[in-house]
């Protein structure tokens, strides 16, 4: 299982370097100027989700231990 997480973060590092230099030429606005901006609203995005899911709907949707007993 570690080398999975392994081979995860070396992705991801490798996303956001691709991000920081393939930005645009002519920027349009200020935040274009600013490198892997968006790879960290994205990261930040999908870790909001994740706990989100985790901490709101999760409890929303359990069942109680003996829902299933007659």
């Known amino acids: 299982m570690t080398g999975v997480r392994w081979v995860d973060g070396l992705l991801v590092v490798l996303l956001v370097l691709a991000a ?3 930005r645009p ?3 349009h606005f200020w935040w274009d100027y600013i ?3 968006g790879a960290l609203i994205g ?28």
């Open 20 to 22: 920081a230099l393939g």
């Open 25 to 27: 030429q002519h920027p």
């Open 35 to 37: 490198p892997a901006l």
């Open 43 to 70: 990261l930040a995005g999908a870790w909001l989700l994740v706990w989100l899911a985790k901490s709101v709907l999760a409890p929303r949707l359990e069942r109680r231990q003996d829902y299933y007993d007659g």
